[in-house]
């Protein structure tokens, strides 16, 4: 069974602390995206990565980066974390982008 | 701009009953389109596609699309709907050229299906 596994389900950080959210797929994907899901604002992309060491701003990429030192590995990263980045994190693969995406179960962070 | 719009934030329908939920889009070319959903605290899971060919396209879960090239709709469909269809359900289009290709996404639709 194919997976996207995201390293927590639930986070609660304080305001201003360095956050890192991993993220790890099997399947061998090209791929990876960092999404972050609001109501009402759908899924806004933030970062995402077609190759090792390789990374594309998204939408929303202010206040956020991303590290890819393994194929398998996308880490997205908080350098300070504010109480506006309390969110759902969602986690990404895919082979090629004309096919479908995996998803991890995604994170909710809270920032307090 | 290219960009995708799910009309309808929620859908309410009885169980039993048909369902349909709406995705129009504003994409040049051909154009290839997806269906996601998402249960409750839950990522994303894929449905179905349509890349060419058949305009209905069937997918998992008794889901299937119509895909119409002159309404540039790409409508989700069931005939028959489910309590556990309950979830959120969003449409997709890729984008771009080279390294800069990405997902546009619709802004979701929640369906509720009434026992």
């Known amino acids: 069974d194919v997976k996207v596994t995201q390293s927590s389900r639930y986070l609660v950080k304080r305001t201003g602390e360095k956050v890192f959210l991993e993220c790890v797929q099997d399947?061998?994907?090209?791929?990876m995206f960092w999404y972050r899901q609001d109501p009402g604002l759908g899924l806004r992309l933030i970062y995402f990565?077609?190759?090792?060491?390789?990374?594309e701003k998204g939408d929303i990429p202010e206040g956020y980066s991303v590290s890819r030192e393994k194929k398998e590995r996308f880490s997205l990263i908080l350098e300070s974390a504010s109480t506006n980045q309390t969110s759902m994190y969602l986690c990404?693969?895919?082979?090629?982008?004309?096919?479908?995406?995996?998803f991890g179960q995604g994170t909710r962070l809270t920032v307090v | 701009a290219q960009s995708v719009a799910q009309p309808e934030d929620q859908v309410n329908v009885a169980e039993g009953n048909p369902l349909t939920v709406k995705c129009t889009y504003s994409?040049?070319?051909?154009?290839?389109l997806f269906w996601y959903v998402q249960y409750p605290n839950r990522g994303l899971q894929f449905l179905l596609k349509?890349?060419?060919?058949d305009n209905l396209v069937k997918g998992s879960y008794g889901f299937e699309a119509e895909f119409n090239k002159s309404q540039t709709s790409f409508h989700l469909k069931k005939p028959s709907a489910l309590v556990s269809d309950s979830a959120l359900y969003f449409c997709?289009?890729?984008w771009g050229t080279g390294n800069n290709r990405k997902l546009i996404w619709g802004l979701g639709t929640s369906l509720a299906v009434n026992p």
């Open positions: 990565s077609y190759d090792v060491k390789m990374k």
């Open positions: 997709a289009v890729p």
């Open positions: 349509y890349i060419t060919g």
């Open positions: 994409v040049s070319g051909n154009p290839y």
């Open positions: 399947m061998d994907h090209e791929n």
């Open positions: 990404a693969s895919s082979g090629h982008l004309n096919t479908e995406a995996f």
